[in-house]
């Protein structure tokens, strides 16, 4: 019974680097959410995938950021040219549908922009 | 704009006690809550949920009550254990909305032995 799964869990890159965080939702999930987490803050949400409807993406902090979902299962999310304030835990959740369905996190991946 | 607070960054109980971890939200469209623990270098995991329609939802140690006139819940635990010592973040949604959560910025709870 796996559940979801980041990879990779840790990743240092120098500043103007590209990054790209790999997602594997739990089997069946329609529904697929990109978080992450700054030093001593909440989740903040970047983005939603539900089935084949067009994502929601009212969270993703610019255009450097984006993220795609490719036959309904696995995501990637996508930095480019990697600022400081990048740092952060980017978690990955899913769930049944998108609603009344509680979110079954990864571990996440520690994202480290030097 | 928090639209969830979670206004104690931290809280310390003895072994045993009752552990009380409160949340505000502000938005009246928010008709389901739930309550994530987190423990380091792990994703959140679900803990309980409560929607609007009720006022109380118990699972074995954990109870959640909602009190929607005041947008304030809290998550209840007894008697804590030091396995409960962990980050717990309150969550928020909008079930007719597309459904992403809102999340506070959560309580770190230390359990003493």
């Known amino acids: 019974g796996a559940g979801v799964s980041q990879s990779p869990s840790n990743k240092v890159t120098e500043k103007g680097k590209d990054v790209e965080l790999r997602c594997d939702p739990i089997?069946?999930?329609?529904?697929l959410y990109w978080y992450r987490q700054s030093l001593g803050q909440g989740l903040e949400f970047l983005i939603y995938?539900?089935?084949?409807?067009?994502?929601?993406k009212s969270g993703l902090p610019s255009d450097r950021f984006s993220a795609e979902r490719t036959g309904g299962s696995v995501s990637t999310l996508t930095i480019q040219r990697t600022q400081q304030e990048d740092s952060a835990v980017y978690l990955c959740?899913?769930?049944?549908?998108?609603?009344?369905?509680?979110?079954?996190f990864g571990n996440g991946t520690r994202l480290t922009v030097t | 704009d928090q639209q969830v607070k979670q206004n104690s960054p931290s809280l310390s109980v003895q072994e045993g006690r009752i552990s009380i971890l409160n949340c505000d939200y502000t938005?009246?469209?928010?008709?389901?809550f739930l309550w994530y623990k987190k423990y380091p270098a792990e994703g959140p995991t679900f803990l309980i949920s409560?929607?609007?329609?009720?006022d109380k939802n118990e699972d074995g140690r954990f109870t959640v009550f909602l009190n929607k006139s005041a947008k304030h819940l809290s998550l209840h635990i007894v008697p804590s254990q030091p396995g409960d010592s962990a980050v717990y973040f309150c969550?928020?949604?909008?079930?007719?909305?597309?459904?992403?959560?809102?999340f506070g910025k959560g309580t770190k709870l230390s359990v003493k032995p």
């Open positions: 959740a899913s769930s049944l549908n998108r609603n009344a369905s509680p979110l079954h």
């Open positions: 969550a928020a949604s909008a079930l007719g909305s597309q459904g992403n959560l809102i």
């Open positions: 995938f539900q089935g084949n409807s067009a994502p929601d």
């Open positions: 938005n009246s469209m928010f008709d389901y």
């Open positions: 409560i929607s609007s329609i009720k």
């Open positions: 089997s069946g999930h329609t529904a």
